[in-house]
């Protein structure tokens, strides 16, 4: 089959946003994105009853339609002869004003907003693992999943530090990578979701050589045909020659000496406080490989929240989120007019990215 062929019938299926922790601000930032527009079809894995007393709430106008999978929203979309880009139209998606859910819990109706809850955990984990399934099934091709609240996973029994293992778990165990992007930037991390302490320690030639393999192809398959990847240093100055420690010296440079070998662009170790600005709208690098959670992420959270996008790299499926958290604080609050005060830009540029990506 030549590819774009191959391309058409991979447009033609939804993607899938599943709703995050219910208690958070993951429904309304989600109904927000449908009430703008979305530029490709998307279902959401998530609680009907939820959505729709949140849509009232929000007064946003939006019809909340149960479907039982992205099949039957598409041969609904036919039947009722509505607009659909399952028919290569090229309009956004439009089920008739609604949006399609994918029912995945049965939450009370009174349950918190803006509080901790295990049912909430509980019914973000669902979401989560229904959205996995549709992907590795070929249902869907992408998967954005809105934020959920690690500590409500756990108190739900469920004993993941945040969506990345979990999916990487779903997918097979996989060895997966967390990239964040915005239009200036791209940083992927060694380590994830580990204290300082443990992160350091788990710093391996293995760890650091599997991340610029992951990095390297996934960076090809975006459309990089020669990705230049920069490695930040651990220590302060990249070690200063080993004034301020060994592990540029011992464990960086050799490994960026075989990933070389191995045709990898990489480069460095560079110090940590001035990589980023040398790859800040890819000047010099198309990435940077960080150390650790805040080393990687405080630069391109810094640029700003609402264009930030969490793409897990290495999954047998396009997955992205947006790079803030379920915001208990505001959930539920009703803002100027009842409109709420969550902002659905991250969420809708991690849309955008998951359309570009599963495209290709």
Request: aromatic letters at 4%; charged letters at 20%.
């Amino acid at each position: 089959m030549d590819a774009t062929r191959t391309a058409g019938r991979r447009a033609d299926r939804p993607i899938a946003i599943t709703l995050g922790d219910p208690c958070g601000i993951g429904p309304e930032i989600v109904l927000k994105a449908f009430a703008a527009g979305l530029p490709t079809p998307c279902v959401v894995v998530g609680d009907v009853g939820l959505l729709r007393r949140e849509s009232e709430r929000l007064r946003l106008g939006l019809a909340i339609e149960p479907v039982a999978s992205p099949a039957a929203l598409a041969a609904r979309a036919a039947t009722d002869g509505l607009p659909s880009a399952f028919a290569h139209a090229p309009d956004p998606f439009a089920f008739s004003g609604a949006v399609p859910v994918i029912a995945a819990t049965a939450l009370p109706p009174d349950l918190p907003q803006g509080r901790l809850d295990a049912r909430g955990g509980e019914a973000a984990y669902r979401y989560v693992c229904k959205a996995a399934e549709l992907a590795l099934r070929g249902e869907v091709r992408a998967v954005v999943t809105a934020p959920l609240a690690k500590e409500a996973l756990n108190l739900a029994g469920h004993h993941w530090p945040g969506h990345t293992e979990l999916l990487a778990h779903l997918a097979g165990d996989v060895p997966v990578r967390m990239m964040l992007a915005n239009q200036e930037l791209r940083t992927v991390l060694v380590t994830i979701h580990l204290a300082l302490r443990q992160a350091l320690a788990a710093l391996s030639p293995a760890n650091v050589l599997e991340t610029l393999e992951i990095t390297h192809r996934s960076l090809i398959r975006m459309g990089i045909e020669t990705p230049r990847i920069a490695v930040a240093g651990v220590n302060p100055h990249a070690g200063e020659a080993g004034l301020f420690g060994r592990e540029e010296i011992d464990l960086l440079a050799p490994v960026i000496a075989q990933a070389r070998a191995q045709g990898i662009d990489a480069r460095g170790p560079f110090a940590p406080d001035t990589v980023f600005m040398r790859a800040r709208g890819f000047r010099e690098f198309d990435v940077v490989i960080a150390m650790y959670h805040d080393q990687g992420l405080i630069p391109v959270k810094y640029l700003g929240l609402d264009e930030g996008v969490n793409i897990t790299i290495g999954l047998p499926f396009v997955r992205t989120s947006p790079d803030h958290g379920t915001a208990f604080d505001i959930a539920g609050q009703p803002g100027e007019q009842g409109s709420g005060l969550a902002d659905p830009r991250s969420l809708m540029a991690a849309i955008e990215q998951a359309d570009r990506l599963s495209r290709r």
